[in-house]
């Protein structure tokens, strides 16, 4: 008899890893210890099949099968419209950065628009993890010159109070002065809308970055905000 696909994922289970994994992912519940390329493997295998019936069966009381779900979303091949529902049915079962961040795929051309569209209002969500999710489809997506602007604009709009918005929102500031200096600098200069903290974040992750230069560093450090 074949295995299910639960008894697989701990077939490979690896327990100092679960240990680990579950210390840096606050919120993600019970945990198998798959790695993530063993399970984009096992994702890449079930979207090669007939994933739209594994999606209506699967299970998810571990991590690791919310991941999944996640991920064969993205590599399923499907039009545009159909993934969109499929990723709005997800949305509400992220719990944790890590599935988060994991399930935002590299966009096809023909995926871009209807994502750009359907991102758009979620900067604004009350949703943790939504707000999350449009905020690193963008990054990860959407750091051009045809989005830069509007962007910097949704990112400055977003209110959440979640430690992880925060944290994504830092992020993508960082990326978008590392790809748009001049532009993201300049923004950040001009009465910044972003609050002390997630401000200040963006300038530490800057200021992280192997791809800025020393003396981008230098002004960059001056640029903090200090506590009133």
């Not at 945990?31 to 069966?57: F, H, K, N, T, Y």
């Not at 748009?180 to 401000?199: I, N, S, V």
Request: glycine share 4%; charged share 30%.
């Amino acid at each position: 008899m074949n295995p299910t696909l639960r008894e697989q994922l701990f077939a490979m289970a690896d327990p100092r890893y679960r240990d680990f994994n579950a210390s840096l992912t606050p919120g993600a519940g019970r945990m198998i210890g798959v790695r993530l390329p063993q399970l984009r493997s096992i994702a890449r295998e079930i979207a090669r099949g007939d994933w739209r019936e594994w999606l209506e069966e699967a299970e998810e009381e571990y991590f690791e099968e919310r991941m999944l779900q996640g991920l064969v979303i993205g590599y399923a091949k499907c039009p545009p419209d159909e993934k969109l529902r499929l990723t709005e049915h997800f949305i509400p079962k992220i719990d944790n950065w890590a599935i988060c961040d994991c399930c935002c795929w590299r966009l096809k051309s023909a995926e871009r628009d209807p994502m750009w569209r359907f991102i758009l209002p979620r900067f604004r969500s009350s949703g943790e993890f939504e707000v999350r999710f449009a905020v690193v489809m963008a990054l990860s997506n959407f750091i051009d010159e045809e989005h830069i602007e509007l962007l910097l604009e949704l990112l400055g709009s977003v209110r959440h109070e979640g430690y992880y918005v925060r944290m994504g929102v830092a992020w993508a500031v960082s990326v978008c002065y590392v790809k748009f200096p001049r532009r993201t600098h300049a923004w950040l200069e001009a009465g910044c809308p972003l609050e002390d903290w997630t401000y200040n974040k963006a300038l530490q992750k800057i200021l992280e970055s192997y791809r800025v230069s020393d003396a981008d560093k230098a002004v960059i450090r001056t640029m903090k905000r200090r506590a009133k």
